[in-house]
């Protein structure tokens, strides 16, 4: 049974970095991408970033400048910091498993990644 | 970027049958997941590559997904299937991209 526990610290002051860690328990560590979602508070689910076992990172282009995702494999731990917070990155901060799917059947082959384990999220207010 | 499109709401009777659409450019030419997020919880995927239930999602929830349009239907709705519900796609330059959520209200 694979489960995602993540921590860190809850409350920032305005330009202070963001720093939250994920572990994980069960399954293989080296065969995923390992994902940081967030969700302000009664919005939508928005994309922070990846990094797989060998420490390969995608980020999103919105976030690519303050942000820094890592990887210990020895701890199957992953990390996220981010730099220069603000009031606009107050949100439930979750850790997830990226899982690789393709079909070749069709008339021509799809691939993608979805998220099939979830961390339970932290809840990281920015305020001063 | 890549964007999708969701009904902010739905509404749907005890044992009656809710769809909820997502909406992008080609969708079809991609996989569709859906997610379940109760009050409180982490999401929990329900549909998978388009059409696929994993284990442990009740036969109910159930996918399509074709041309610029993925959705996702509900039979036979039952009050604990009242949630947010995402849809998601992924691009090779965009990366992960969710819906705009739609909330599910069981009256």
């Known amino acids: 049974q694979v489960q995602l526990q993540q921590w860190g610290a809850g409350l920032l002051k305005p330009s202070e970095t963001l720093s939250l860690t994920c572990v994980v328990y069960?399954?293989?560590?080296?065969?995923?991408?390992w994902n940081w979602i967030r969700q302000p508070p009664g919005k939508g689910l928005e994309w922070i970033g990846e990094?797989?076992?060998?420490?390969?990172?995608n980020y999103s282009p919105s976030l690519k400048s303050r942000l820094t995702i890592s990887v210990d494999r020895s701890k199957k731990q992953f990390s996220v910091n981010l730099t220069s917070v603000s009031a606009a990155d107050t949100a439930v901060y979750y850790c997830?498993?990226?899982?690789?799917?393709?079909?070749?059947?069709?008339?021509?082959?799809?691939?993608?990644?979805?998220?099939?384990?979830w961390g339970q999220g932290a809840l990281v207010t920015v305020s001063s | 970027s890549y964007e999708l499109t969701q009904p902010p709401s739905v509404s749907v009777s005890p044992g009656q049958t809710a769809s909820i659409t997502c909406s992008g450019d080609e969708l079809g030419d991609k996989f569709a997941f859906w997610y379940q997020q109760r009050p409180g919880q982490s999401p929990v995927v329900v549909i998978y590559?388009?059409?696929k239930r994993p284990s442990g999602i009740p036969e109910r929830f159930s996918g399509s997904n074709s041309g610029n349009t993925a959705t996702l239907t509900i039979s036979e709705t039952q009050a604990m299937d009242e949630a947010d519900y995402y849809c998601q796609a992924w691009d090779g330059s965009t990366p992960y991209v969710f819906g705009t959520g739609t909330k599910v209200t069981v009256l």
């Open positions: 590559e388009d059409t």
């Open positions: 069960g399954g293989s560590f080296n065969e995923y991408y």
């Open positions: 997830a498993r990226a899982k690789y799917c393709y079909d070749s059947s069709g008339y021509s082959p799809r691939g993608g990644y979805y998220f099939d384990y």
């Open positions: 990094i797989n076992h060998s420490g390969t990172t």
